[in-house]
């Protein structure tokens, strides 16, 4: 697959599972030469050199940053908005910054305008059991929904730097706005961790007349809460970067079991079933989504004004209506010209057809394609 022009090195901060796989497919897929590492975990840059996830490994993070055409900061989330600011400080103009980080508003909160010029948010939804660079493995990210989030400072060729990047590997660029990206995490994801624990938590305190509750459980209460088992710093450090969405998400949820207590006070079984019945309708059309196909590719030519967040709009709109852009690419418009032209290449002819008709919504030329 090609590179979508990184010629130059990558730098990634931070080499565990999530790096060292970044960098074993970078390597392996993307067929990017120089692959820089920093970490400062004992024996993390050992590790990723032997594995062959980097070419280089640094002292420190100036080091392995310098020149670098993009950096990738994958720290624990709690340390990410100061590595974030630390890692702009020490690039220049042509270096675009992203993370991996699965909470995105505190970060960008960190961050004075000029430097979310050279920000662009990334969350690959991938990850495996194991942790650390021993269990890195370069197809982690092929199919995985890699979101990005842009902002209206972004500057559009890094943001095109980074989507190549990213669909390099084998991933999905997605772009979302970093707000719904938090709330869709907080939903998807934070608050079952959440569901999960206090699940374990009271079973394993409660005993029915002498008989353990964990003893009696069965395989729905196992797969329930798998989760339940996650690290419990990683995970109290997720929860606190993206506290405003999940005390959101879990004050929605209070609501849904008053709602169930309520029915069952009134013995109201038409209720009850109702609420089962919404259930099965959603898992059906999370299952469906497994069997949604892309189609041949579709390019769409869109005249853009000469104006900063252009890209990151059109971008963000299409990933809210569930359309992948399988590439992009912007020919700017010079200073003294009021337009340039931005190629996007969208799988199937339906989904370039809703693409088009939206980006004709926001007041954009489509010029060519669907």
Request: charged content about 20%; glycine content about 12%.
């Amino acid at each position: 697959m090609a590179t979508a022009g990184l010629g130059g090195p990558v730098a990634l901060i931070g080499v565990g599972l999530i790096g060292g796989s970044l960098g074993l497919a970078l390597r392996a897929d993307a067929g990017v030469a120089e692959v820089r590492g920093f970490d400062p975990a004992e024996g993390a840059l050992e590790g990723a050199l032997g594995r062959g996830a980097i070419t280089d490994a640094a002292p420190d993070i100036a080091t392995a940053v310098t020149g670098a055409e993009v950096v990738v900061v994958c720290a624990p989330v709690g340390d990410i908005p100061a590595v974030v600011s630390q890692v702009l400080a020490v690039t220049d103009a042509g270096t675009v910054v992203t993370d991996v980080g699965s909470a995105k508003s505190e970060v960008l909160h960190a961050l004075t305008a000029a430097e979310r010029e050279r920000f662009c948010g990334g969350h690959p939804v991938a990850g495996a059991e194991l942790s650390g660079v021993a269990n890195a493995r370069d197809d982690l990210f092929v199919g995985a929904t890699w979101f990005l989030t842009p902002t209206a400072e972004t500057r559009p060729e890094l943001l095109e730097r980074v989507h190549g990047m990213v669909a390099s590997v084998g991933a999905v660029p997605a772009a979302v706005d970093p707000d719904v990206h938090d709330q869709l995490m907080a939903l998807v994801s934070h608050l079952p961790h959440v569901m999960a624990s206090a699940l374990m938590r009271q079973a394993a305190a409660t005993a029915h007349q002498g008989r353990e509750a964990l003893r009696s459980a069965g395989p729905s209460f196992r797969d329930l809460t798998r989760v339940a088992g996650s690290n419990p710093t990683l995970w109290a450090d997720i929860l606190l970067s993206n506290r405003g969405a999940v005390l959101e998400e879990t004050r929605r949820l209070r609501g849904e079991f008053a709602d169930v207590e309520a029915a069952l006070e009134r013995g109201d079984r038409t209720w009850l079933e109702g609420f089962f019945a919404t259930a099965v309708e959603g898992r059906d059309r999370l299952l469906r989504q497994d069997d949604v196909v892309g189609g041949e590719v579709v390019r769409i030519t869109v005249e853009v004004p000469n104006r900063p967040g252009v890209l990151s709009e059109i971008a963000t709109a299409l990933g809210h209506a569930h359309i992948n852009i399988e590439d992009l690419h912007l020919s700017p418009s010079r200073a003294d010209e009021p337009s340039g032209l931005l190629e996007l290449d969208v799988a199937g002819e339906d989904a370039a057809r809703r693409a088009a008709a939206l980006i004709t919504e926001r007041g954009f030329r489509v010029t060519e394609g669907a």
